[in-house]
């Protein structure tokens, strides 16, 4: 008998059919068996998130994270496909038959030159001008995974008919995936998606927040002359930049409040004494809704135009990455704080807190306890126009279907997201225990929902009703946008082989710290370092 036919025979049986409590959705002891078998993996989470930190790669290159992470859900019985939407570093991960299928996803890239010793409250790079994980990606997957052994186990021992289907954020630092898995419809088949990012709350939100945005390379070309023999030969694709991005500066004045425009130069010509015949700027245009995203991005296009005209070049647009605002889903976002209330917060030991602090002292922060109570739900934003900042393009997914964002408590309160003062605590215990509470909520949530078909109709019902009311999914993309495989390509050729040396070997030592021979929550008190490559000129390039 499954499940919900025991259920519904327990209420026949009743001589009154009173109306469901809410432990009508996964029953208590089922929930129960999940967070066992959660705790039951502590070891393998700790492994996990630790070895993805020692990985430490950028957008587009999670080739050994995704090799490691897909072996073990293989090894656990789930169907692999690689290179999914035409991304070679792409996958999904699917298991289970007949019933709803549950997307669950998390980010695995990291940030180029943001490596860090971990448990080092000083800004100290493993591998100097090295990616890394500066905002905690690292935990993302190893959470996910640890909630889908869990609920499997939990199916197949109640015979729960549903599926899951885990996927990876691939690049979500450059925007660069979740819209393509979109176009290549690989949520065409799914019921709803739980996502989950790494924070130092535990939370979930429903309603639109976070800007829309698109990330746009323009490449000028001009022709190249000796710049003081005969400059007159010559064709400036700089010139071509440095006028676009004047124009787009007066331009800002005129601009909604709500907008965020910024760009790097990043190919600016070879020297003074060449007059450039190829230079590239590279922009993000954000707001809060398509259509003013849409409108940002237009006037982007029309002004580097404008700039080639002016200067006798000629100019490509190459889109590189594009999030839509962000949208949860309000029935899934209510159970799921239930789930996140029920779990709570981490025990977090007198080391944890000693950590944090001595973060937070050393980089000047406001000092701030690790949180011991979860954040209340938060409903829609509430400032009429908003001026909100960064991008995430599990957007794209949350206008698809039914979706939310899990946020679970693994890193320090007030340190900066895409720098390396966010990676500092990302391989400790504190980023350990984070991941164990945000597997519990993630795992008991997929049990409610497919276990509770009712849960699942008010989901699709707020997503084609209230949320249609708001706005419609309008993808930045145009039929003949490519993801920007190639990028981080010629990076992690340098890098990769200089961070070899630091990978977690989890069969030798029992956490990475040990490996590093960091006694936490000290700081190190030897140089960790084995070897000091040349410094890079690299920046951290990040987009969300
Ligand atoms: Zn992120």
Redesign the pocket.
């Known amino acids: 008998m499954t499940a919900t036919r025991k259920i519904l025979a327990l209420l026949l049986s009743a001589s009154i059919l009173t109306p469901l409590p809410s432990a009508a959705l996964a029953p208590q002891d089922y929930k129960q068996e999940a967070i066992a078998n959660i705790e039951s993996h502590t070891k393998m989470i700790q492994v996990m998130v630790d070895t993805v930190f020692s990985y430490g790669e950028p957008g587009f290159q999670e080739f050994r994270t995704g090799a490691y992470v897909t072996d073990i859900l293989a090894k656990n019985g789930f169907k692999i496909t690689k290179g999914v939407a035409g991304i070679p570093t792409a996958w999904t991960a699917t298991w289970g038959e007949g019933g709803p299928l549950i997307a669950l996803g998390s980010?695995e890239d990291d940030l180029r030159g943001v490596s860090q010793i971990p448990g080092d409250p000083k800004i100290e790079p493993m591998v100097p001008g090295a990616p890394g994980h500066g905002?905690g990606?690292n935990s993302g997957m190893p959470l996910q995974i640890a909630a889908a052994l869990a609920i499997k186990a939990v199916m197949e021992k109640h015979h729960i008919k549903g599926r899951l289907m885990l996927w990876p954020g691939i690049a979500?630092?450059l925007l660069g995936t979740k819209a393509f898995y979109v176009r290549d419809g690989l949520f065409k088949n799914v019921d709803a998606c739980i996502f989950t990012?790494?924070a130092n709350d535990f939370s979930t939100a429903y309603g639109p927040s976070s800007n829309g945005m698109v990330s746009v390379e323009y490449t000028f070309h001009g022709k190249t002359a000796h710049a003081a023999g005969d400059p007159w030969d010559g064709r400036s694709a700089l010139d071509a930049v440095e006028i676009m991005d004047v124009a787009m500066n007066f331009r800002r004045e005129h601009l909604p409040l709500s907008q965020r425009t910024h760009y790097v130069i990043s190919n600016g010509g070879g020297q003074p004494n060449i007059v450039p015949g190829v230079a590239s700027v590279w922009y993000y245009f954000r707001d809060y809704t398509f259509d003013r995203v849409k409108e940002l991005y237009d006037i982007g296009n029309k002004t580097a135009d404008a700039a080639a005209m002016a200067t006798d070049t000629t100019v490509e647009h190459k889109l590189l990455g594009t999030a839509a605002p962000n949208y949860g889903n309000k029935p899934m976002a209510l159970l799921a704080q239930a789930n996140i209330e029920a779990v709570g917060m981490p025990k977090w030991t007198a080391d944890d807190q000693a950590f944090a602090k001595l973060v937070q002292e050393t980089q000047h922060f406001k000092i701030e306890p690790l949180k011991d109570k979860v954040t209340p739900l938060r409903g829609p934003r509430e400032d009429s126009v908003p001026t909100g900042g960064g991008s995430?393009d599990i957007g794209d997914i949350m206008w698809t279907i039914p979706t939310i964002t899990i946020r679970y408590p693994s890193n320090v309160p007030n340190t900066i997201a895409h720098n390396v003062t966010a990676a500092m605590a990302m391989a400790t215990p504190i980023a350990h225990k984070g991941a164990v509470a945000g597997a519990k909520a993630v795992a008991l949530t997929v049990l409610d929902l497919m276990m509770t078909p009712d849960e699942l109709t008010k989901a699709k019902d707020f997503f084609n009703s209230e949320q249609q009311k708001y706005d419609h999914y309008k993808p930045f993309l145009s039929a003949t946008d490519v993801p920007a495989i190639h990028v981080n390509d010629d990076y992690m050729r340098t890098y990769r082989p200089l961070m070899e040396p630091y990978y977690y070997d989890s069969k030798k030592y029992d956490t990475y710290l040990d490996q590093l021979g960091i006694k936490y929550p000290n700081p190190p008190t030897a140089p960790i370092r084995k070897i000091t490559p040349p410094k890079s000129s690299g920046d951290t390039a990040s987009g969300?």
Do not use: P
Request: hydrophobic share 10%; no cysteine.
């Open positions: 980010d905002e990606h979500e630092e990012h790494v995430d969300g």
